[in-house]
């Protein structure tokens, strides 16, 4: 007698795929998001490329000016391009998502519209353009200048998709506190000013003094450089980066903040 086993059932990719109603409110919201943010400045997507070069351009000249070489290979332009980039990519996009509710809040009246659906279609749109300044930047440094640079495509990818990822957990835990919790705003970007110092912009971990390293570690944005500047320089491994660790801050982010905004949808359609 042959065993019956149950049937999986196999799904297909329409079926994989959100319902088309999901899919139309994330792209016209996209669609909102790209008038709203570029279509009103001129040259509004220059000047989101303009910004981080001259971030660059300024750290790279002032500390020329102070040192004699990086801390890392011979270019100062590309140090703090792979120092500055992931960092910018995380405060942009986990700011953005934190305000994804409020710029959207009109539109959660209609049932058709979710919050999930405002939270998607920003993480969208901001990492595809955030992927195309990266390599926009790095492209034009690798043309204009002699770094050195040999890069490991799996491991920047790898980075930035743990940075991105970083970004949405943050983000989505903020996105319903800072809308009922003005205070826990300013909270927030006074906590978060002294991340653009300690997280490895304008240094290495090894550069850290020994004491403070074991602290230093729990800084999730330092991982990430980190292991950017190893996916640029064939001799830079950081043993001490943990991807691990990183996706776990992540994930438990990212589970807070849904939970968060599942029991508390009628407060924010409502209140």
Known sequence: MKNSLPEVPVLTLPQALPPPSARRAVTAMMLREMAGTYARTPGG???AVAEPVAAIALLSAVFQLAFDAPPLGHSFILFYATGYLPFMIFTDISVKLANALRFSRPLLAYPAVTGIDALLARLLLNTLTHLLITLTVLGGIEILFETGAQYAPATVLTTL????????????????????????????????????????????????PAGWRDVAWFNPLLHITSMMRAGAYPTYSAPYAQPAFVWGVALACLVLGLLTLRFLRRDLTHG
Do not use: H
Request: charged share 10%.
């Open 45 to 47: 997507w220059v000047w």
């Open 161 to 208: 998709a743990m940075t991105i990822a970083l970004a949405a957990g943050a983000g989505t835990f903020n996105c319903y506190l800072f809308m009922r919790l003005p205070v826990w705003e300013r909270f927030w970007q006074i906590a978060t000013r002294p991340l653009f110092v300690i997280s490895g912009v304008f240094f290495l971990f090894e550069d850290i």
